[in-house]
Nanobody
Framework: QVQLVESGGGLVQAGGSLRLSCAASGRTWSRNYMAMAWFRQAPGKQRELVAGITSFNTYNSDSVKGRFTISRDNAKNTVYLQMNSLKPEDTAVYYC?????????????????WGQGTQVTVSS
């Protein structure tokens, strides 16, 4: 089992920045084997992939490209999502997810482990 705990959400004005953190714990953490991702879900909408990271590459959705950056600190077993130039449409609950494969999945059901979510609200 892997436990994921997110932090860093909050209320910010449009154009502002936030950094989300996802701390992983539990079974042996294999930096080379697990893909990590950030999803978000706004009210009435489906959960969508925002960004992902493996040992080989990173991914950003078109809606956040150039504004969000995903990174990982293997020594701290933590994945980060730096969010800049935030827009009201970025408002959502953001979830950290992990899967025991070295490649990213695009759909929520491809991830076995989830955090509890952290709310991000961007005011206009």
């Amino acid at each position: 089992q892997v436990q994921l705990v997110e932090s860093g959400g909050g209320l910010v004005q449009a154009g502002g920045s936030l950094r989300l953190s996802c701390a992983a714990s539990g079974r042996t953490w294999s930096r080379n084997y697990m893909a990590m991702a950030w999803f978000r879900q706004a009210p009435g909408k489906q959960r969508e992939l925002v960004a992902g990271i493996t040992s080989f590459n990173t991914y950003n959705s078109d809606s956040v490209k150039g504004r969000f950056t995903i990174s990982r600190d293997n020594a701290k077993n933590t994945v980060y999502l730096q969010m800049n130039s935030l827009k009201p449409e970025d408002t959502a609950v953001y979830y950290c997810a992990a899967r025991e494969m070295p490649v990213l999945g695009r759909a929520p059901n491809e991830y076995a482990y989830w955090g509890q979510g952290t709310q991000v609200t961007v005011s206009s």
